[in-house]
C-alpha cells in the first residue's frame, strides 16, 4: 500500500507574509511624515497686493455689466448669463484674496445706449488683459484662478463682438 502525503495548510508562505509586513511598515512611515509646505503656495505681499488690485479690477467689471445694462435694457437681457458669471469670478477672487472686502467702484461713464455693448466690450477686454499681465506674477492656485477668469472673459469679448 502506497502512503499519500497529507498536504499543509495553504496560506501565505513565510517569505510572501514577511514582504509584505517590510512594504507595509515602509507604508506606514512614508504616511506619517509630513511633507515641507509647497513654496508656491506661499504668497509674497507683493502677490496678495497684485490679487487685491485684481479684486478691483473684477469690481469695476461688475459695476461695468450694471451701468451698460441700464443704459440698454435689451442688452440687459442678452448679458445677464455673462454679468452672473463675472460675479461669480469676483466672489472665487474675494476668496483667494486675502484681507478682501467690496468697495463701491465706478466704471468710468456709463455709455449712451448705442454705444453700451462696445463700451462693455472694451471693459471686459481690458478686465481680461489686467487678470492675464498679473497671472504671470501669480503663482499656483493664484495663477490657475486669475488664467481661469481670463479665458472666461476673453470668450466673453467673443460672445460680445
Do not use: K, N, Y
Request: a negative charge; hydrophobic letters at 45%; aromatic letters at 2%.
Amino acid at each position: 500500500m502506497s502512503t499519500l502525503a497529507v498536504p499543509g495548510p495553504r496560506g501565505f508562505p513565510r517569505r510572501t507574509m514577511l514582504a509584505a509586513s517590510a512594504a507595509g511598515l515602509a507604508l506606514l512611515a512614508v504616511g506619517c511624515t509630513s511633507a515641507p509646505p509647497d513654496e508656491r503656495e506661499r504668497v509674497t505681499g507683493e502677490q496678495a497686493d497684485q490679487l487685491l488690485e485684481q479684486v478691483a479690477v473684477q469690481e469695476t467689471l461688475v459695476a461695468a455689466f450694471t451701468a451698460a445694462s441700464a443704459a440698454d435694457p435689451a442688452l440687459a437681457g442678452e448679458v445677464a448669463e455673462l454679468a452672473a458669471q463675472v460675479e461669480d469670478q469676483l466672489a472665487r477672487l474675494r476668496s483667494a484674496a486675502p484681507g478682501s472686502t467690496p468697495s463701491a467702484v465706478s466704471p468710468g461713464t456709463p455709455p449712451s445706449p448705442g454705444e453700451a455693448r462696445s463700451w462693455l466690450r472694451s471693459q471686459v477686454a481690458a478686465a481680461a488683459s489686467s487678470h492675464a499681465a498679473a497671472c504671470l506674477d501669480q503663482t499656483g492656485a493664484r495663477a490657475a484662478l486669475l488664467g481661469s477668469i481670463t479665458a472666461g472673459l476673453r470668450g466673453q469679448d467673443g460672445r460680445l463682438a
